[in-house]
Every structure is written in C-alpha cells, then in structure tokens.
C-alpha cells in the first residue's frame, strides 16, 4: 500500500500558518547596482534601501545587499526593523526646528501649523510620512543622493527632543520614613531634639 493512501497520516499545510498583519509599513527608496573590486574581477551585488515606521512615532532606515534583488530588500527590512527610533513629537508636527549637515547633504525642519501638510521631496518626505509627522517644513541643500539625504533625515529627527512634563508639587509623591523590620514599621519617625547634656555627653565620648 502506498503511503500516501493511508488514511491517518497527516498532512501539513504551509498555507494555514499565516502571520499577523504587522503594524508597520515599509518602503524602498532605492535598488542599485554596485560593484566591488576583488581579486580576480569585480563583484556585483544589488544594494537596497528601505525605510520601515508605524506612522506613530516610530521609524527606522536600513540597507542590505544581495546577489538578488530580493534578498537585499530583505536583509534592508532587517536592518531598519533593528535600527528602529522613537521621534518626539509635538501633536502633528515636530517640536522644534533643527538643522543638520551630514556629509554634502545639509537639511533643514521646522514646526508647521495644523493643516500644512509635509513640505517636503524624496526621502526627506518618505520618511516623516512614515513617521506619523503630517505638518512640517523643510528645506533641503546640497546633494540629491537618495541614501545620503535619508541618513541626514533621520539624523535630524534623532535630533529632537520633547518636552518633559514636570510633575506637580501637589501630586508628588511624599516619601515617609519608616523603620524595616520593626513591628510598627509603618508609624513614622520622631525626631526629639537634643538637650545641652545630650550634646555634652558626645562631645565627650571617644575619637577615632
């Protein structure tokens, strides 16, 4: 009898496991063609770039390169998912102006009012879209190379800093005192103030 008759043997279907749809969202800004010289010749691989984001602050850039085109957008998604960062932001928009000069590439962002939009070309806007930033201005200078201008991107967006919110003197917490491993550990502590023969007596006592 065949082994495929017989009617207990399980069969596994690759097609029923399947993933959860991921909440973030990636694009590939570039496919290249580089060579390398080697030894003997010169080598060819493709060179991809890819930004990943959840548009809710969160956002990473990655390269890979490959033999093949897949397989560098792969290694590139890797890449940015382990380069991920968080972005501070200021409701829908970016909570001060930065400047940023990253090697012939010189970007500039601001602070944009509600409904602005994304000022912005290339990479530059790719990246804040993904990002979740939807009002902001910005320039760019320089260089029109895509992997260099989205590295001067997200240096720029490393470089913001929110706002911390202080806590109220009336909501802070209010620390006691207390003795560990006293019965009553939970009574606060006393403070008696000295008398003059107290004083007396430790200005007495031995020195070391």
């Known amino acids: 009898m065949a082994k495929s008759s017989r009617p207990d043997r399980k069969k ?3 097609r029923d496991s399947r993933r959860e749809p991921s909440e973030y969202e990636d694009v590939t800004l570039s496919v ?9 010749g010169r080598r060819m ?12 602050g969160k956002v990473g850039l990655g ?10 957008i792969q ?11 968080i972005v501070p932001m200021s409701g829908d928009t970016i909570p001060h102006e930065v400047n940023v000069k ?9 602070p944009a009012s509600k409904g602005t939009g994304i000022i912005a070309g290339g990479p530059l806007r790719v990246i804040l879209d993904l990002t979740g930033i939807k009002d902001v201005l910005s320039k760019r200078f320089g260089t029109g190379n895509k992997l260099v201008n989205a590295q001067a991107a997200m240096m720029a967006l490393e470089k913001l800093r929110g706002s911390r ?7 802070a917490p209010v620390a006691k005192s207390v003795i560990e491993g006293h019965p009553e550990e939970n009574l606060p502590i006393k403070h008696v103030k000295a008398t003059e023969q107290d004083k007396k007596n430790l200005g007495e006592g031995p020195r070391g």
């Open 12 to 14: 596994r279907d690759r």
């Open 32 to 40: 290249d063609r580089v060579t390398r010289v080697v030894k003997g």
């Open 45 to 56: 691989r493709f060179r991809a770039v890819v930004v990943l984001g959840n548009r809710k």
């Open 63 to 72: 390269t890979g390169k490959a033999a093949e085109v897949q397989m560098a």
């Open 75 to 85: 290694k590139a998604q890797r890449a940015a998912r382990r380069a991920m960062m």
């Open 102 to 110: 990253h090697k012939a590439a010189k970007l500039r962002l601001m």
């Open 165 to 171: 919110a202080s806590v109220p003197a009336a909501t």
